[in-house]
């Protein structure tokens, strides 16, 4: 079968010689494909021959950043039915047609026209095809074929980021990783050593060292000393080529920071600190601070302050400040220059934190000598107790001696106290104290009975400095005296039934008394009772002491009577057991009473015995029934006299003196110039000189001064009230009490008209208020009101 070639493709490639073999080699065995006719019966029996067609094909390279003078040459496409006689015309098209890659159309040469980079693009993909030069008929289908550019190493290598950091501790082992360094080359790795990199270090040596094929950073001095130095500087260098000589390279900083690690103790910059206390500080005020220096920082330069020894260990604390890394002497007891005038503290400090690995370099902590001198201070007077119980006899003379108090100047100079009571506490003044040898005495007699305990304050100033002063509390008892007799411990009354002097006596007590004495317990019970000496034989009663400071009184005999004597008083004397004894004579009421045969008391009203005995049961009720008819007639005078409803004054009806009336009046508008008329206060009658009360009738009239009253057609109302004031302030036809009569004036002019009805008709007939149901719901309650009105005027 005859074969048929449409397309025959070369390959110029300039300056690349040494592919031409392997280039024409390619074409002949792979780019030459055949394809081969054969026959097809088509419809009707008709046969269908395709010829082969053939091209002659390879990929076509061009170099990349071409910088010649003229375009460079990619190849030639060539068919085999090209007789040269120019008939026939290539056509380019794809990626790049007419603006990268141009083909004459006549020889079929393609060349490139711009300068190409292969890492912005590395093939282009284009579509050849023969067609007739005069008619445009397709000689040959469209085939495709691609340019490849091929790769030059014009592109350096490039790190991920222009600058590192990166941290290792101080002290690390040779060898220790930092960080690793990344670069990237943008030619062609697969071709050659365009993109094949190699790190290395610039600056940086001795201390780092950078892996060559990883670029992995690592220490490479031992003992690196963050407080020596603490921030590194380091290049690295990318380069490609392997290496080699002529290769391009990027280069990046990284800047190492060592980090610290607890490898120093804390030490005090000096072996002594010297400080001061007053004896007059109180607890808790700080006294000096000491500072160990520590070169690590953060929880590795901690340091923590403790008393470790010295004489002022109880008397002294420490405490560290955080913050600045201090230790803190407080005063935590009380010191007394007269007593001990200096101390010494041994303070160590020592790191909170401390490294294992690092044990090796001693103890991590530091002591020191706190030398603290005690200041002598002016202080105030010291009482020899903190409290004083003192002890005086009531109603002991003015000027007996309490007790005395006693204190000291705790300085060397030893000055001079003066002594003093705080009025606030003793306001009754009941002592007074020496100011000099702080005796104190009393100033009047002292009851216990009010008062068993007083308690005072007692100042103690120094002579020559009143501020430095002192207070001490003092108690003190009153002791008790027997000067209080006892008395009755209660309001006691007693009660005996009426009987016969047949009926036995009983042997119960009339009633059990007992005593109260307000003196002390020593001065009071035991009580004794008794019955006075003049009437120790009563023939009625007689007392009997139960020796438990009680008594029972009992009756003699028997047949008392209410007729007879209805009361008994009895005398009885109470005794205390005080010394010298104190006693008093009490009286006990006893009352005869009337009692039911079980000795029950039923009455002792010796009134109601004899009411009973005289008043019989009529004239009972004839008393009760004048009674009411007193109460009927009262009730009916009360009622007559509020339906007249006299009144209580002459002329009462006609004094509207009190009465305020008050009107919503509109007011005259802008017209109302005169909005009150002084004509209308003005009373006719005061015009002809005398002005008569309304509320009483006067028994003569008097003339007033010519000089107080105004003009009547004066419009000045301040001078008109306090005339009218004047003159009955001075009348004497009348009790002194104003009268204030209030007109109302509406002005002129409102062209809403008055709504007063002061001046309306004075016959309901001349008003028709029908209209007023026409005018809706508004005024609906004023018709209702009047219509109501004329309703009830209807009904009268």
């Known amino acids: 079968m005859k074969e048929n070639y449409c397309l025959q493709a070369a390959l110029v490639c300039l300056g690349m010689l040494c592919h031409s073999q392997a280039f024409a080699s390619e074409r002949r065995s792979h780019l030459r494909p055949s394809f081969h006719g054969h026959h097809e019966k088509g419809k009707e029996g008709q ?78 993909t284009l579509m050849a095809q023969a067609v007739d030069r005069d008619t445009n008929r397709p000689l040959e289908p469209p085939s495709e074929f691609i340019v490849k550019v091929q790769d030059i190493n014009d592109n350096p ?28 080359d943008a030619d062609d790795p697969t071709y050659g050593n365009s993109a094949k990199l190699v790190y290395s270090i610039l600056e940086g040596q001795p201390y780092f060292s950078v892996e060559a094929q990883t670029g992995i950073i690592r220490t490479a001095l031992p003992n690196m000393d963050r407080e020596a130095k603490e921030e590194y500087h380091v290049v690295i260098q990318a380069k490609d080529m392997g290496g080699h000589m002529g290769g391009l390279s990027g280069t990046t900083k990284v800047t190492i920071t060592l980090t610290d690690v607890n490898d120093n103790p804390p030490k005090f910059p000096q072996s002594v600190y010297q400080m001061s206390v007053s004896e007059a500080s109180v607890p808790g005020e700080e006294v000096g601070r000491v500072k160990a220096k520590d070169p690590d920082i953060g929880e590795n330069g901690l340091v923590t302050y403790s008393i470790v020894d010295g004489d002022g260990m109880e008397l002294f604390e420490i405490t560290t400040d955080y913050e600045t890394q201090e230790g803190v002497i407080k005063l935590k007891k009380p010191v007394d220059f007269e007593t001990k005038r200096a101390y010494s503290l041994k303070v160590e400090a020592a790191n909170m934190h401390i490294d294992q690995k690092f044990i090796s370099n001693g103890p991590f902590k530091d002591t020191v000598t706190v030398k603290i001198a005690v200041e002598d201070a002016d202080e105030p007077p010291m009482f020899l107790a903190p409290s004083y119980i003192h002890e005086v006899q009531e109603n002991a003379a003015a000027g007996t001696v309490v007790g005395r108090v006693h204190a000291k100047d705790p300085d060397a100079a030893n000055s001079q106290i003066r002594y003093s009571i705080d009025r606030h506490t003793d306001l009754d003044r009941f002592f007074t104290i020496n100011p000099e040898d702080g005796f104190i005495k009393t100033t009047k007699p002292l009851d216990r009975e009010e008062t068993a305990w007083l308690n005072i304050t007692v100042f103690a100033a120094e002579i020559h400095n009143r501020h430095q002063e002192a207070k001490v509390p003092v108690a003190i008892r009153v002791l008790d005296v027997n000067d209080n007799a006892p008395k009755f411990a209660a309001p006691y009354e007693g009660f005996i039934c009426e009987s016969d002097q047949t009926k036995p006596l009983s042997n119960q007590p009339i009633v059990t008394i007992s005593a109260d004495d307000k003196d002390d317990t020593a001065n009071g019970p035991r009580f004794i009772f008794s019955l006075p000496p003049e009437i120790i034989h009563n023939p009625n009663f007689t007392v009997r002491d139960n020796r438990d400071n009680t008594a029972g009184v009992y009756a003699r005999r028997g047949g008392f ?69 007193l109460l009927v007639i009262v009730v009916l005078f009360v009622t007559l006299r509020r339906q007249k409803k006299e009144p209580l004054i002459v002329f009462e009806e006609e004094d509207v003196r009190e009465n305020i009336i008050t009107y919503d009046d509109e007011g005259g508008g802008e017209e109302d110039t005169e909005a009150f008329d002084i004509a209308t206060l003005q009373n006719p009658d005061g015009i002809n000189g005398f002005i008569p009360r309304k509320d009483i009738k006067p028994e003569y009239q008097y003339m007033p001064r010519p000089g107080l ?16 004031i004047q003159e009955a302030d001075n009348d004497p036809t009348a009790p002194p009490y104003d009268s204030i009569q209030i007109y109302g004036y509406e002005g002129r002019g409102s062209v809403a008209g008055s709504l007063s009805s002061l001046e309306s008709a004075t016959t309901d007939s001349d008003l028709d208020y029908d209209y007023l149901q026409n005018w809706g719901p508004r005024f609906k309650k004023l018709a209702d009101l009047y219509g109501s009105k004329d309703n009830f005027d209807d009904d009268s």
């Open 709 to 724: 009253r105004p003009a009547p057609s004066s419009v000045d109302v301040d001078d008109f009230i306090n005339t009218r």
């Open 47 to 124: 046969v269908l021959q395709r010829s082969k067609r053939g091209w002659v094909w390879n990929q076509f390279f061009v170099i990349e950043e071409y910088t010649g003078p003229d375009p460079v040459l990619v190849g030639r496409l060539h068919s085999d039915i090209d007789s040269g006689d120019g008939n026939i015309k290539y056509i380019l098209s794809g990626e790049g047609a007419g603006t990268i890659f141009v083909i004459d159309d006549k020889s079929g040469n393609i060349h490139a026209t711009k300068k190409l980079d292969r890492e912005e693009r590395a093939q282009y």
């Open 561 to 629: 009577s209410r007729q007879k004597q209805d009361l008994y008083l009895l005398p009885i004397v109470i005794s205390d057991g005080g010394i010298p004894p104190m006693s008093s004579t009490n009286t006990l009421t006893i009352k005869v009473c009337g009692c039911d045969v079980n000795g029950a008391l039923l009455s002792c009203n010796a009134e109601a015995y004899i009411l009973n005995a005289g008043l019989s049961t009529g004239a009972l009720i004839a008393i009760l029934a004048c009674i009411v008819i």
């Open 157 to 184: 290598p490039e790190f991920l980021h222009e600058t590192y950091h990166a941290n290792v501790p101080e002290r690390s082992n040779v060898g220790t990783s930092v960080i690793q360094v990344t670069a990237s």
